[in-house]
């Protein structure tokens, strides 16, 4: 499901494959391995987080909930909040590098890094809870607030307006936006390696980014609001 | 004081009459029984608030409160709280076409609104607080601070700023700017309109609203800080 590479000492996290990147208990333990690696690595730099193929990642894995009616739906979604919650915990800067379409869980994943960098081509994102008439955790909520101006979380949540790369970049979204992949990626490792020569230390960045960003781990580490699907939303028939 | 006028699924509430529509326990129980009808109506899908006239509001009803001050400031205070409130629970998309100048608490009524949409001559936004040595309680200001980026909310609370509509584009305060009267009202409803058929379930856009802006609405229904006119103050 994804791959993790070390150059320097930067980290490169590859979602891999043509498919969606969808989240289920399995991809999330895969991604969270591979952060743990970050994590407990003594001279890690900042972590690139980027993707192959047409997307970024589509979010929660519907297919496996529907495939596993037994298991409840807060496990996965407890599962994601934490996911969410160890990027945050993280040491070292985080940089999603969006090579492709991002939505609802996935979109929250690129919220949850410190940089966004965007592909400008064939690249959406796209909160799309309140078309399919799906609530969010307080942790989700909390996680999507902490990144965005109003007019645009009012755009994301209130409007689920699908933002192209330029649309991102004009509501404050994500940060740059390059011409193509390998240019987006190219970018973000550039910057990555900037940031790596700044020499921080790691519990001043992680405690500074949680002071940045305050009430948004708590949120996640709650794990409150059961994530239903309320039965008049279009995922009921699943 | 208001209409309200049914388009297709869009609800136009138009503050009516030529002068500042102005906010006293009458004029806000108009516009409270006028919102409930857009609540409880099963196929309204957004509202559009707009005004006639000069004016968006200049805000609270100074006349009617000086009748009585003791007495009438804490039953306006809490009145206006639970209008706003009233907005900010609805079902449905908001957006205030603003029309004409909004000062104060007109002011605070286009921030309560989802989207606001404004003409780009002959209005000016203006938090006129400052300036008249009145205070905003806790209630207000949560819904000011909510709408704004940090450098706008300084701009409009601190720096009593009167805003022009380009102005106010440029700070995010208002999301759109047209020629005249005419087009604002237009294009609120075509957005209105786009809005509507998205189809959205009532009670899930009132929820995602209230997590997109935690703490506000419960502000104003705790009608917390007593709104005294301080001795000093203009009024």
């Known amino acids: ?238 | 004081m208001c209409s309200l006028e049914k388009r297709g699924r869009v609800y136009v509430l138009t503050l009516s009459g030529e002068g500042d529509h102005r906010f006293n326990p009458s004029t806000i129980d108009n516009i409270a029984a006028a919102l409930k009808e857009v609540q409880d109506s099963p196929d309204a899908g957004a509202l559009v608030t707009t005004n006639e006239g000069r004016y968006f509001s200049n805000g609270l009803d100074i006349q009617w409160i000086s009748q009585n001050p003791d007495a009438h400031l804490s039953t306006i205070r809490i009145k206006f709280e639970n209008l706003l409130a009233s907005f900010m629970r609805l079902g449905v998309p908001t957006i205030a076409a603003i029309r004409g100048h909004a000062a104060a608490g007109g002011f605070i009524l286009a921030l309560a609104h989802d989207y606001r949409f404004m003409k780009g001559d002959r209005s000016v936004l203006y938090m006129s607080e400052l300036d008249h040595g009145m205070k905003l309680p806790r209630s207000l200001m949560a819904v000011v601070r909510s709408k704004l980026l940090p450098a706008a909310s300084r701009d409009v609370v601190l720096g009593a700023g009167k805003f022009s509509a380009q102005t106010a584009l440029e700070g995010r305060i208002v999301d759109s700017v047209y020629a005249d009267s005419a087009q604002t009202l237009e294009a609120a409803i075509s957005e209105a309109q786009k809005l509507a058929s998205r189809g959205w379930k009532k009670s899930i856009y009132s929820e995602l609203r209230l997590g997109v802006f935690p703490g506000v609405v419960e502000e104003l229904d705790a009608h917390r800080d007593p709104y005294l006119f301080p001795a000093s103050a203009k009024l």
Request: charged share 25%; with cysteine; glycine share 8%.
């Open chain 1, 1 to 238: 499901m994804c791959s993790v590479e070390k150059r320097g000492r930067l980290y490169i996290l590859t979602l891999l494959g043509e498919g969606d990147h969808r989240f289920n208990p399995c991809t999330i333990d895969a991604i969270s391995a591979a952060l743990q690696e970050v994590q407990d690595s003594p001279d890690a730099g900042p972590l690139v987080t980027t993707n192959q193929g047409r997307y970024f990642s589509n979010g929660l894995d519907l297919q496996w909930i529907s495939q596993n009616p037994d298991v409840p739906l807060s496990t996965l979604r407890i599962k994601f909040e934490t996911l969410l919650a160890s990027f945050m915990r993280l040491r070292v800067p985080t940089i999603a590098a969006i090579c492709g379409h991002a939505a609802a869980g996935g979109f929250m994943l690129a919220l949850a890094h410190d940089y966004r960098f965007m592909r400008g081509d064939r690249s959406v994102l796209y909160m799309s809870e309140l078309d399919i008439g799906l609530k969010f955790s307080k942790g989700f909520m909390a996680a999507i607030r902490s990144k965005l101006m109003p007019g645009t979380l009012r755009d994301v949540v209130l409007g689920a307006r699908k933002f192209s790369a330029r649309m991102a970049l004009e509501g404050g979204i994500v940060d740059s936006v390059s011409a193509d992949s390998p240019q987006t990626l190219e970018a973000a490792i550039s910057e990555a390696q900037k940031l790596a020569g700044r020499g921080w230390k790691k519990e001043i960045y992680c405690e500074l980014r949680l002071g940045a960003f305050p009430g948004v781990l708590e949120e996640l580490d709650a794990h409150e609001d059961p994530y239903n699907f309320p039965l008049s939303s279009k995922l009921s028939k699943l």
